[in-house]
């Protein structure tokens, strides 16, 4: 940072605290700006398919850890946007960003997967998990611990500092590696407590849960990892190497990796989990389908035999009745020509067609003859009985 000349890549109008991001001699800086700069692209694409997936989630379950997920994602983003104050060199502002925000962020990273964790606990044993805005404000509470103990922190280090007689101005770097990393206990408790609750979780009866159970406890082991690889570098590795000016890579290599590993083992899994079906419906059996009920008896409404009309004939919209019985032998229902149509498609005869009927009626009446027995009368039958044989036998004696 003190070299007057600007290094291979670097302009001579950039200042020499960005240097690490321009320079093509050392080449850390710019693979981890890389890697952060694709990391805050990929973060930002999984948080758009994370909402437009939400009306397509039928697991009702499932849909509940959506703000959890959504809430790491937007911490995980928070941690790809910090690698870069890691990059750029040492100043007031990018030290005060380290010291505030390295366990603010990590920490509603894991109280998130300590809350899932608990859902999954709680959902093996009672069978229901709590409602998504307790885990929400569960998650919120254990993060919130840490902003409270980072804030008092900085407070007491910087702004209550003793005055002196030499003024630094970046009093805020002037910090040992040993304190920056106790400032960070309450974030590796929340570690334990997310492989705890993992692993409590994958004796679950269902597969799917004890997968959501392996996907916590292997970020949880990997974080764990990278956390135990970091810590060992920046108190005791890069002292003993001789190389004490690797503390800001090593940091920032350990931002980029960890925040990619909430990414790759954690939210993209779950992601591609959110449109499965819920374990607990049943399936059906000898591949039978299951139609809802409305359907069936609306099939059944429309399968019922019609029952035949009862002197009732409908013709092309034209309508006349049968003759019936004046005296019915036997009572006659008045539901029995019912036949499911609608009150205005059964005829009604008006009066006037009821005046008409009786008319033609009459008129039928008067003009078909009706047969008539002959009256037997014993005087004249005789006569022309005589009068026949008489004409028989003059015919027969000529």
């Known amino acids: 940072m003190g070299s007057t000349s600007p290094p291979k890549g670097c302009g001579s109008n950039i200042s020499s605290i960005y240097y690490n991001l321009c320079d093509l001699t050392t080449l850390w800086g ?95 044993r009672s069978g229901r998990g709590p409602r998504s805005w307790l885990l929400w404000l569960g998650a919120l509470g254990l993060w919130l611990v840490e902003v409270i ?25 002037s910090i040992d590696n040993k304190d920056f990393v106790m400032a960070l206990i309450y974030v590796m ?34 974080t764990i990892a990278l956390w135990v690889a970091w810590i060992t570098m920046f108190i005791h590795g890069n002292r003993v190497s001789g190389n004490p000016s690797w503390d800001d890579p090593t940091l920032a290599v350990t931002v980029a990796s960890n925040a990619w590993v909430f990414l ?32 069936l008896a609306y099939d059944t409404t429309l399968k019922e035999p019609e029952p035949a009309p009862q002197n009732l004939n409908i013709e092309n919209k034209a309508f006349y009745m049968d003759e019936s019985p004046a005296d019915p032998t036997k009572p ?35 003009i078909i003859p009706r047969a008539r027995a002959p009256s037997l009368d014993l005087g004249s039958g005789r006569t022309s009985l005589s009068r026949s044989v008489e004409s028989l036998a003059s015919q027969g004696l000529s």
């Open 30 to 124: 710019v693979v981890v700006e890389a890697v952060a700069a694709a990391g805050v692209m990929t973060s930002f694409i999984l948080f758009i398919i994370l909402m437009a997936s939400l009306p397509f989630v039928t697991d009702k379950k499932r849909k509940s850890m959506v703000a959890l997920q959504a809430s790491i994602l937007i911490f995980t983003l928070g941690l790809f946007g910090l690698t870069f104050a890691f990059i750029v060199g040492q100043y007031s502002t990018s030290c005060a960003a380290r010291r505030f925000l390295f366990g603010v962020l990590f920490s509603g990273c894991l109280a998130c997967l300590v809350m899932h964790g608990l859902w999954l606990t709680l959902l093996k």
């Open 149 to 173: 103990i980072n804030t008092e922190w900085l407070v007491l280090t910087v702004v209550w500092s003793p005055p002196r007689k030499i003024v630094v101005p970046d009093l805020s770097c």
């Open 189 to 222: 408790i929340l570690m334990a407590g997310v492989v705890l609750m993992a692993s409590l979780s994958l004796s679950h009866k269902h597969k799917q849960w004890r997968r959501d159970g392996v996907f916590i406890l292997v970020t949880g082991l990997f």
């Open 264 to 295: 790759v083992f954690y939210i993209i899994p779950e992601i591609c989990l959110l449109t499965q079906v819920d374990p607990d419906l049943e399936e059906p059996h000898d591949g039978e389908h299951v139609y809802p009920a409305r359907s």
């Open 332 to 366: 006659v229902s008045p539901y029995g020509i019912y036949n499911g149509q609608l009150r205005s498609g059964v005829y009604q005869p008006t009066e006037i067609a009821l005046i008409t009927k009786g008319l033609k009626m009459k008129d039928q009446g008067v």
